[in-house]
């Protein structure tokens, strides 16, 4: 029996890169998943805050049920904590180690590994969307207003988290980065309007804490629905703002190494 010749030649060479790029995606996803800290501060933190404070009359957030006022916030929260403080440690660490130094010089591309992780940011904030939701639901949870702009407002906060997330963990050391993200996940935690509204600040504060990235997520979504307002320009315009100059800046100084 006789074959072409060069049939069984072999012949390397790099996968297909949407193929490349999945296969990385899904990777970031389970490594993710399955790191212990990075589920405490993307999972669990979100939905304890909004059991406990839709449960217990901790803070007065006004007329209506709690829950009405803190699922928005929480719903922020979870996108700031995945796209910023999660992804800001993990790609910290994985820099520190050598792990992007080697990816850079794979056939993966340097866009495409940032195209993997947003995938893999992207399909874990599903995750908490769901999960959130339906916990909020079951606490009675009445959300109202146009999906689109919810849709919107969760695509914009997530690039402008991202890019922040990636400009702290290209530019500091890997200890830094875990210590400057987690201190800023509290403060904003805190004075961000996530849990606390902010016209409990004061006034010369309030101007100023409403211009952050986690300010604008949260009050845009908790004005589409809970108050079942239209699109909130305002609040898209500084998350856009904070996108262009995250991504930006970040691109511009990501060291690999």
């Known amino acids: ?51 406990l404070f839709g449960s ?24 700031m ?23 850079a010089v794979s056939p993966l591309p340097r866009w495409g ?10 399909v874990t904030e599903i995750l908490q969307v769901v999960l959130v939701t339906v916990i909020a639901f079951a606490m009675g949870w009445s959300p109202q207003g146009n999906p689109f702009a919810v849709l919107l407002l969760l695509v914009l906060g997530t690039a402008a988290f991202s890019g922040l997330g990636l400009l702290m963990a290209g530019t500091l050391k890997a200890e830094a980065t875990l210590a400057a993200a987690n201190l800023v996940f509290l ?10 509204p902010l016209d409990k600040f004061p006034d010369a504060a309030q101007s100023v804490l409403g211009l952050l990235p986690i300010s604008a997520l949260s009050d845009g979504l908790r004005d589409v629905l809970q108050h079942g307002a239209g699109m909130p320009w305002g609040d898209l315009g500084i998350l856009a ?9 970040a691109a511009r100084f990501f060291r690999w190494e």
Not at 187 to 196: E, H, Q, S
């Open 187 to 196: 403060l904003l935690l805190v004075g961000g309007g996530v849990v606390v």
């Open 1 to 51: 029996m006789t074959t072409a010749g060069g049939t069984y030649t072999p012949r390397p060479g790099a996968a297909p890169l949407p193929g490349m790029i999945a296969a990385q995606a899904a990777l970031e996803t389970r490594m993710l998943l399955r790191n212990g800290e990075q589920l405490l501060l993307t999972v669990i933190i979100p939905t304890l805050l909004l059991v």
């Open 56 to 79: 217990v009359d901790i803070v007065d957030t006004g007329e209506g049920k709690a829950v009405d006022f803190l699922a928005p916030g929480i719903l922020a929260l979870a996108v």
């Open 241 to 249: 703002v904070w996108a262009v100059l995250g991504l930006g800046t």
């Open 113 to 122: 590994l940032m195209t993997a992780k947003t995938i893999s940011v992207l």
């Open 81 to 103: 904590s995945t796209a910023f403080t999660g992804q800001a440690i993990a790609t910290g660490f994985e820099r520190r180690y050598g792990v992007l130094k080697r990816l």
